[in-house]
């Protein structure tokens, strides 16, 4: 039996089960919804035991002081215990559904209608992780087998949407039990329908703060207004040098470490249909693109590393005019990064780039942990990835391109703490309004990701020599 | 007899009617003092007409729906009716006395103390205000004659030390009875007991606010970041490039009706005993002075122009980070004007300087009324100054310098709208601690004050010609 015949088969009851799991309103932001999202946890828990893992937890996260929402830990050992061992993430909480009046049908009353699955946590991220229960057994139906050919792990967060703030504790505490060759990432998307893709890389970012402080006290500019610095003046200075004339960060060593974008990815990137204009209506219809000289805007954000001026005040900023030169001047900074920055590194760099910055009369500090989180990055020829691909490429029947994320949630964390290779297989759209009302997802793609998933434990366990090369 | 004479003659019932006048806690600050206040004017108008003024009343300010405190005015026309008319300006209101504890004696129980008279007002303004009342008599002692020189006016506003609300539409109220061919002001101070000066001007300033718009709302700098325009850095930009690297301001046409510092006046300030280091730890412990290259600090903050940025903000301020480009960035910003500088000339500058500092994607418009406050300034040769100088060297007895101030309270209200020059006949010193606890003044310069005041109807009177030339 082939694979797709068996999904195709299996459709029925896999959306039935998806139907049921959708119906349990897991928002993770809302308190009064603990006792769903932990229902949720038990269901899937249920669910991954049905499909055949043999050990399937709901974990709780957090400590008692401060109780987190429950995760799901499912894991299916491998025949071979030499085999690579793959750890599937996604999460099984569900973003809030205000406005409620602008749903067409109730959100966790999930429908189909013209190949749509509507409901929240349609796309992000329950039907996606779904899909790997049907990819599993597909796997199995093909094979004949009673295991997957690669040991699996599956862990699934209750905390996503709502800023997964015990998810690297909890991956700290477990990470003996998680440890894996390569993580599958299930909670991204697509280029589109027809442009099946995988995305390779997150940008990291790191932040801090510049405090700027010149008199003891606010000044008044007609005794000492051009006579002494101005902490505004010198703040202004400081940030409008943080990038060149090329729009390029200026901060002393900034992009010793970057890896440049090779050739073969900036033309797959350069394939990808893309529309400016469409792109600028959705940055809140910025008026131009802009950025570092030489690079097309999908390469600035996703491959380039940038310096961004998050927030600045000092001075008189209430109604009316105030004539003074006032104390201090303070901005909120954050740098996003990409591989092989390391945040405490580019902190230094702004340390250097601060002190050399003020100008006589002036005192600068920079606040910051210098932690941050580090970019996350496959190349393109990862065989990981590599594998990903050819999974995705057999479910599509179409070559698969690459995409990039401009920043990262949890699989930063994930990449960091597991110590291991991120392969993002995903088959969400831009259209499928994730956060939004009517929450949809292509049913159609999602029987392509179960598809994709069945491949997928095959072709890493072809590569299994390179994937516990590392080990 | 000799001027000198009769003061010192006078001294005693001087002082014994400015310690009753300084007794009336005329805090225009406080509206429970409003009462005190009134108290004072009455005071002051019934020492006026005892004085000799023929006419001395109190002016009500304001409207029926928006009351004022009262002000004086008293008048002593000259024998001849050609005779140039000068307009003493001076106010009656003062301070409130936060801290209380730190006064070593009550703030309204004066008292003379090793020569100071200490207490709310001495010399800010009551002491030297009443040594008008003495220098009148004095001349007249000398001349023998029943009325000055000159058409003497006598204006004493009650809201002074409260942001003189209504004083300018007083002016305006009373201008024909308040025409003048000179404005003898009488509220500011010299350099030192032993370096007796005049100041010869004071700067202007206009403000206005710069709002950065970029895309509709905040976007998130992991999607965006590095691609599309960021409102702060356009407003870092604007705001560093308002100055050039030699510290001048770089609006079109900012500098092109700047009177130059003339080499009479520039030298006298050189000879100003000037100590850098004090006038640093009185500028809030600044670091450095600094401002535009080629000009002492003396000449940055009295005779040449400004931009300073007041206050600036935009995106996330609070506690914690925000990885944002934010929607908007504002920066307030006002500009110290040096004659012969327009007001509204020099925001048409802004306007021009911000339309082409924004890059593509990025809006700014300029908010203000264009008005402020216009320079007011007194070349050291003009014939009132000269006349003015010539009097506190006869009652000093040596050279007197020249300084400016370099922001203007009323007296550019009062230049502007009764269109007449500007001479400030005043004995105050940094010393005499005016709006803190412990305000005291010296009670030989109080005398000297005086003394000046009865030289100076006669040297203006000299100068007649010159005087009334624009009549």
Not at 300 to 325: D, F, L, S, Y
Not at 415 to 425: K, Q, S
Not at 439 to 452: H, M
Request: aromatic share 8%; hydrophobic share 45%.
């Amino acid at each position: 039996m082939e694979a797709r015949e068996y999904i195709d088969q299996n459709a029925p009851g896999f959306f039935t089960a998806v139907a049921e799991w959708l119906a349990i309103p897991s928002i993770s932001a809302d308190p009064d919804r603990g006792g769903d999202v932990r229902r949720s946890a038990e269901f899937l828990a249920g669910q991954l035991r049905a499909a055949g893992f043999p050990v399937a937890e709901v974990w709780e996260t957090g400590t008692d002081a401060d109780r987190g929402l429950p995760a799901v830990y499912a894991e299916w050992p491998a025949a071979d215990p030499a085999a690579p061992v793959a750890l599937v993430y996604g999460h099984h909480d569900v973003q809030p559904v205000d406005p409620l009046e602008e749903w067409d049908s109730p959100p966790f009353e999930p429908v189909q209608r013209d190949g749509l699955l509507f409901g929240r946590g349609a796309s992000d991220d329950k039907g996606q992780v779904f899909f790997h229960l049907l990819g599993v057994r597909a796997n199995l139906a093909v094979s004949g087998k009673q295991a997957p050919p690669v040991t699996l792990k599956v862990l699934v967060e209750g905390e996503e949407e709502s800023g997964s703030l015990h998810f690297a504790d909890l991956l700290r505490a477990q990470r003996e039990r998680l440890r894996c060759d390569v993580i599958v990432v299930t909670d991204t998307g697509m280029w589109a329908a027809d442009v099946p893709s995988m995305c390779v890389g997150m940008r990291g970012v790191v932040d801090a703060q510049v405090d700027v402080r010149g008199p003891d006290f606010d000044l008044h500019s007609g005794s000492f207004g051009g006579g002494v610095p101005n902490p505004l003046h010198a703040m202004a200075a400081l940030l409008a040098g943080l990038h060149d004339a090329d729009g390029r960060v200026a901060l002393p060593g900034f992009y010793d470490k970057v890896r440049p974008l090779s050739d073969a990815e900036r033309q797959l990137i350069g394939r990808l249909p893309f529309d400016q204009k469409a792109w600028l209506a959705e940055a809140g219809n910025s008026g131009a693109a802009a950025g570092e000289a030489g690079y097309s805007s999908l390469e600035r954000v996703w491959t380039r590393p940038t310096a961004e001026v998050n927030g600045m005040w000092g001075g008189h900023t209430g109604p009316g005019g105030k004539t003074i030169i006032p104390a201090q001047a303070h901005a909120k900074l954050s740098f996003r990064l990409v591989a092989d920055q390391e945040p405490a590194e580019v902190i230094e760099g702004l340390r250097q780039y601060v002190r050399r910055a003020v100008p006589p009369g002036i005192e600068a500090t920079v606040v910051s942990d210098g932690q941050g989180v580090r970019p996350s990055f496959s190349p393109v020829d990862n065989p990981a990835v590599a594998a990903g691909r050819r999974a995705l490429q057999r479910a599509f029947g179409q070559e698969v391109l690459f995409t990039r994320e401009g920043g990262s949630g949890p699989e930063a964390d994930l990449a960091e703490i597991l110590a291991a290779p991120l392969v993002f297989i995903g088959v969400g759209l831009d259209a499928d309004r994730v956060h939004a009302p009517n929450e949809r997802v292509s049913t159609t793609l999602l029987l392509k990701g179960a598809e994709a998933a069945a491949y997928l434990w095959d072709e890493l366990a072809a590569t299994a020599a390179e994937l516990t090369a590392g080990r």
